[in-house]
Each structure stands twice: as C-alpha cells, then as structure tokens.
C-alpha cells in the first residue's frame, strides 16, 4: 500500500548553462534512471557505503541524504520516482529536494545554501522494490541541477530498527528535460583530474623545479601535485579529517612504470632510497606503476602557500632526484628524500602539476589551487620562469565529468574540478600569467 503526500508549492529553478559537452546516458522507454550507487552522501560523504552495484542503505545515520547531480540542457517539467525496498510493514517517509545552480557570478558551488523544490511521499514495505513517485519538478533552464533524497521518518516494526534495510536502488526522471541530459551514471564518482603542463626546452638540462602550491578548497582524498616530471611527483594531500601529508614518489624504470606489483620489477630497474629527512616515511609502493615512495605528516594549511623543490643529479645512466620543502614553522627547507633512479641518466623533463581526487566519495566537492611562480634551474645555474601552460584531464573529463577548469588568478594559475557548477576548460587550452619579480632563493640543508 502507498500512501503519497506531496508538499505544498512548485519553487522554480534558476539554472545556468555555458556547458557543450556531453555523453549519452543510457535510457529505457524514454526515461532516465540514476543509479543509486552512482550518487553522493551528505552530510557526512563516508556515511554511505555505496557498493558496485545493487542497492544503497543510505537512511541508516538520521539525516543523511543522497544526492545526484546532472547537467540539463533545456527547460522543462521532470517527473521523479524513486526505486526503494523496505521491510514489509515499515511505512517510510522520503523527501526529494530539488535545486539549480545560482545565476549569482559568486557561485562556489555550496549547494547547501541554494534553495530548493521539496514533495514528500510516504510508502509502506513490502520487502520487495518498488517505484514511488515522487512529484513533478520545473527546471526553468539549462544548467546543473542536484536532487536530494532524504527519510523525513522511518516508523519501525515494534523490536526491529529498520532504517538500515531501507534501501533505494535508483532515482528515475521522466520528462522533455531529461532527453539530453548528462549525469555520470558511471560507479566511478571521482571528479576529473586536472592538470596543467609546462613547456621546456628538451635540448638544455633541468636540474631544478621550483612550484609553489596554495590551496583553496581541499576537501578529504585530494593530492595537489606541485612538481611533477618524468620519473615522479612531489606535492601535498588530504588523506583523512585529520591527516595531511607531504609526499614524494620516484617511479621505477622499465616494466616499473606500468607494472602493479614490484616483485615483478628486476632489482636493476628498482630506485634505491638514498636519503630523508628527520620524520619521513620511506617505503616503495604499487599499483600506479611502482617505485620509492616518501611522505611527511603534516598538517598545512588551507590557504597557507607551501613550497617545493625537486633536483635532479645525473651520474651516467642513473640520476638522484631530491624532493625538498619548505617548511613552514621551521622557515627552513628541509630533505623529504632522495631517490637514485636507474636507466635515466636525464635531468627533469616532461614538467607538470595536477589537481587529484583520489577517492569518491568526495567526488562533488570542488577543488581548487592557485600554482606558482613556477621556475626552472639550468645545469649552468641559471633560472628561467614559467609563465605559460597548458591544460589537460584524464579520461573522467572526457565524457563523464565536465566540471573541470584552469585559468589565471592573482597572477597564479588555478585549477579547478568538482563542485557540479557550469563552463569548463578544453583539453589543450593554453594560459599565460605575468611574470614574478624574481626567482627564489633556495638554501639547501647539507
């Protein structure tokens, strides 16, 4: 038995639009199903356990939404039901929240403050699924909207708590608006990497790499990566509410770049530790290629610009690449490591920075940094700025994930990814800042 109470009030949403991209969700009798495994949590993102597939048991934790986000193309009313199962007998109450992206230039993408459309249904178990329909919704125009699903009540059977086995399966949107939809309806939730390449001369020799990194939204399972080059990559991550680390990672050589398992990387091909600074972490890691891997815990600062430098010391085929940051309370640099790379022989080459969202769950977080001055140091000892780059993704930005950006801030690069707010940066887009006054001034621990 169903029993519907819709709220009172139709609000409109106001939703810009600047995106062109798309890929084409699947679709069934004109209809647009989201599965519940592709959407995030709220307030609390690890408060969900989202499997590969099947069904989420969101409604365990009191006040935990789900929430989807989407990108519509046109205006137009939706349609929206939604697939649950519940013991039989437990009479569930939902709330779906619908809200559009803010016409307001300020826009950071805080979807919490945004103002939302809201109908409640109430449903009794049965212990098999069963599609709900929720209302109707107006999206006034084109841009990215977020549904919010909610239990408003979960009244249990006498003995049992049955929130735990409530379980949604799928929010489904019917409706002119939906034609051309893009949602990502892929189990892979992380917000596109962003990266941002720096051009050098391939004829001289780097032998330093100097970024600096300012982080202005970071939010848990983010890496901002300062220095990158061919054989690793020195930056800063978020890895729990309470973690924050500094790492730098040298890849082996040959099969190691590729390889999962270093056990099967010949001894020869291996990076050897040859140094570290007072409490480093030092071990080798898999399953991104493989390598020596260093990191420091420490708690920087949103805000706080932090500063690296990686060298590069060629002897004959091999070559030592040292990560070292400055540190903060100290006002001192200091070694994070040292790593002797085999079959090189080269100085820093390929140079980059990226943006990472490591994990999922945090997917629709915005993140964002400012990157720079960025310069380089000759072998001869000279140094030469960077001040233009060019920008680029990984395959998630390609046709999954739009929200992805690069440009020029405050005289420093930014890049941008996640947060579900409209316009995006081509792949190959190429900025250039203003120069800085002069290069650093480095003074090495010996």
């Known amino acids: 038995m169903i029993r519907t109470a819709l709220a009172a009030g139709l609000a409109s949403l106001a939703l810009p639009f600047s995106l062109v991209e798309s890929s084409a969700p699947v679709r069934s009798a004109g209809e647009l199903r989201l599965p519940a495994l592709t959407a995030y949590a709220s307030p609390d993102p690890e408060g969900v356990r989202f499997p590969r597939n099947g069904e989420v048991a969101p409604f365990a934790k009191p006040g935990t939404s789900l929430l989807w986000f989407g990108e519509f193309k046109a205006a137009g ?59 109707d919704f107006a999206i006034a125009a084109p841009g990215y909207a977020r549904f919010a699903l909610s239990a408003s009540e979960v009244r249990a059977v006498p003995g049992r708590d049955a ?57 848990v399972t983010t890496y901002y990566m300062a220095t990158g080059f061919a054989r690793g990559y020195f930056g800063m991550q978020v890895n729990s509410p309470t973690e924050r680390r500094i790492i730098f990672s040298v890849w082996d050589a040959g099969a190691g770049t590729n390889a999962n398992d270093r056990s099967t990387v010949a001894l020869a091909d291996q990076t050897q530790l040859i140094g570290k600074g007072v409490g480093v972490v030092a071990d080798v890691f898999g399953n991104e290629g493989t390598g020596g891997h ?71 977080l915005r993140r964002k940094a400012l990157f720079g001055p960025s310069w380089i140091r000759l072998a001869s000892g000279e140094w030469q700025e960077i001040t233009t780059v060019t920008f680029s993704h990984d395959v998630t930005g390609r046709a999954d994930r739009f929200d992805r950006w690069m440009g020029v801030e405050d005289g420093r690069f930014f890049l941008q990814h996640g947060g579900f707010v409209s316009g995006f940066t081509a792949t190959g887009t190429a900025f250039t800042r203003p120069p800085s006054a002069a290069p650093p001034r480095i003074d090495l621990p010996h």
Do not use: C
């Not at 070694?335 to 100085?347: E, T, V, W, Y």
């Open 77 to 135: 009313m939706v349609s929206a039901s939604i697939e649950l199962t519940a013991p039989l007998g437990v009479r569930v109450t939902v709330r779906l929240a619908v809200a559009g992206e803010p016409h307001d230039t300020a826009w950071r993408g805080d979807w919490e403050r945004v103002p939302a459309a809201q109908r409640e249904v109430s449903v009794v178990g049965t212990g098999a699924m069963q599609r709900v329909l929720a209302g």
């Open 163 to 219: 929130a735990p086995n409530v379980k949604v399966a799928a929010l489904v949107l019917d409706g002119a608006p939906t034609a051309d939809a893009h949602f990502n309806l892929l189990p892979r939730r992380n917000a596109a990497s962003v990266h941002l390449r720096y051009p050098t001369d391939s004829t001289v020799l780097v032998t330093g790499f100097y970024n600096e990194v300012t982080a202005v939204d970071d939010p």
């Open 294 to 364: 260093s990191h420091l815990v420490y708690d920087w600062k949103t805000g706080s610009t932090q500063r690296f430098f990686v060298t590069a010391e060629v002897d004959g085929t091999h070559t030592t690449y040292s990560g070292y940051w400055f540190h903060p309370d100290k006002q001192q640099w200091m070694l994070i490591a040292s790593f002797r790379a085999p079959n090189d022989g080269k100085g820093l080459r390929r140079l980059y920075s990226f943006s990472e969202n490591f994990g999922g769950a945090t997917g629709h």
